[in-house]
Each structure stands twice: as C-alpha cells, then as structure tokens.
C-alpha cells in the first residue's frame, strides 16, 4: 500500500490520458535513463539538482516525481514542490513498479527535439478533420502537454517545418503520415510505445476508419466522422477546433477504456 504522498502505479495509469491528469516529473539519474531510454507517458525530464530553478514553474499544480525506484531522490524532489506550493505526490516503486507492471512507456529516441520554450512543436495541413485533430490530441496527452501546433497551408507544411524547427506530421513522404491501411495515428500510437494501451489500440481503429473511409472496421468510426466534419463547418479557426476536438476524443478514449474493461 502506497505510503503517504505516494501514488500507486495503477492508479497513475488511470489519470494519464485524462484532461486533468497530474504533471509527471522524470527525475531519474542519466545513467538509469542509458540502461533503459524510455519514459511515463506526458513525462517531463528534469534534474533533480535544479529543483529550485524550475519547481516553480509548477505552482498551483499536482505533480507525480518519478526516479528510478521511488526512494531518494523522488521524495526529496516531492518535497521540494510541495514547499513551493506544488501538490507533490512520488510514484510508488519509482520507474521499475511502472516498468514491471507492463505499463506503456514512451522511447525517448521517438520524441522530436524540444524548441527553446521546452515543448515540442509540430506543424500539418490546415483545415483537419480526422488524423489532424486525433494525434494532436494524443500528443498532448500522453507525450508533451505543451505541444504548440501549426496549421498551414499544404505546400507551406515542410517549408515551415524546416524553418521552425518544427515536426511535420499527416503530410504524403514524411516519418509520421501513412503507412499502407494505417493512418497517421496508428503510426505515431505505435512509435511512441502506446500501442500495449488496449484503449488506445481500439480508438486507433475507430480513428483509422474515419479517416481512411472504412466505416465498416469500427461501429464508431462513421460517427467520429460525422462529429469531425461538423467540428470543421462550425469552427473558422482550427486552433479553435483543435481545444473543441479534445474533448471529443477525451470522451472517446474514455469510453474505449470502459468497453475494453467490460466482462466479455
């Protein structure tokens, strides 16, 4: 039973993909990131020696600290938060209880670089639909947070890309767009280690089918279309669409997370 101001791994699991899910803080030693380069999903890496340079960065907001084991180096970083007002809470087990549990974790080689602000920035088509509103909302959601996204013009998307250091994405001939019969974010669930996300791997497939025109692979997917493009007529702006699509795929990632924990 996890000791207090310890949460266990399950439990995490359970608030990640969720809008109100904690930050979670990566505090682990380099050389236990060089044994094992992967991360919690949405994780943020930082350096528990600069905790009072960037701990109140997250003021007003709950944090889990993981470290490679949950002891040291997780409570005194938890501890530090909470001193500069931050609900602090340590993963129970650290890094190994998550990694034991079989829980999804993200390869850091997969993450694009980070722009000088911290977060990662990515660019695709303007006007989306289906694909272009799915991946960002999973990229928020379990691998930046922060993610900043750019809609432009199709011919514009690698022009920017590459002026803006940014990562283009659902455009023909690029690391992150279609593959054969899967769409983009059957691509990025699977580079990102999401795919042992039994939720994740069934909205794949409602997502594939409205995007790629086969209704008939998901009951839902004919429906997630109808949704996506009365998002597209009813928003000018596709950052507008963009916040309104969250909550439409937060409701359906949920939903998959009950259908998939039913009895059969």
Known sequence: MPAPNEIA?????????????PSIVDVRMSEDVILDPRQLPAALARDYR???AWGQGFAGRRVVVVCQSGQKL??????????????????EGGFEAWREAGLPLVPRDALPPRHPSGHTVWVTRARPKVDRIACPWLIRRFVDPGAVFLFVPPSEVVPVAERFGATP???A???YGHRGEFCTFDVMVAEFGLATDPAL??????VRGADTGRPELAAESAGLLAIS???STMHDDDLAQLEAGMTVY???YHWCRQAVAAPA
Do not use: K, N
């Open 229 to 231: 493009q009365g998002l």
């Open 173 to 175: 001939d690029i690391h």
């Open 50 to 52: 600069d905790v009072a």
């Open 250 to 252: 937060d409701a359906m």
């Open 74 to 91: 997780s409570h005194g970083v938890a501890a530090w938060l909470r001193q500069a007002g931050v609900t602090a809470e340590v993963l």
């Open 201 to 206: 791997a069934r909205l794949a497939r409602i």
């Open 169 to 171: 994405f659902d455009v």
């Open 9 to 21: 791994a399950s439990r995490l699991a359970d608030r990640i993909g969720s809008p109100g899910a």
